[in-house]
C-alpha cells in the first residue's frame, strides 16, 4: 500500500486499548487495524448511498406487473418459507 497522508489521532486510552488488543489479536499493527475500519466504514456508507440512489430507478407498476404476469410454476413445496422454525 501506497504512503498516504498522516493524520494525528486522538482516541481514548480504553479505545487504543480494546484496539491494540484487537489488532495483536488479529496478527496486525494497530494502524492497519484503523485503516481498515475505516475503509469498511465508507465501503458500508457507500453501499447504503449506492441502493438509495438505485431504489429511486424502481418503477412499482412494472414489478407489479412482473410478479402478477401469467405463466411460470408455483413454488415447490422446499420453496416455501415455514416463519415458526
Request: proline share 7%.
Amino acid at each position: 500500500m501506497a504512503a498516504g497522508g498522516n493524520y494525528a489521532l486522538r482516541l481514548p486510552v480504553s479505545l487504543k486499548q480494546a484496539a491494540e488488543t484487537v489488532a495483536r489479536a488479529d496478527g496486525t499493527t494497530l494502524n492497519q487495524f484503523i485503516v481498515t475500519a475505516v475503509a469498511e466504514k465508507l465501503a458500508a456508507l457507500k453501499t447504503a448511498d449506492y441502493f438509495s440512489e438505485r431504489s429511486k430507478q424502481g418503477d412499482p407498476a412494472a414489478f407489479d406487473r412482473f410478479m402478477n404476469r401469467e405463466g411460470g410454476q408455483p413454488p415447490a413445496p422446499d420453496d416455501l418459507w415455514d416463519p415458526t422454525g
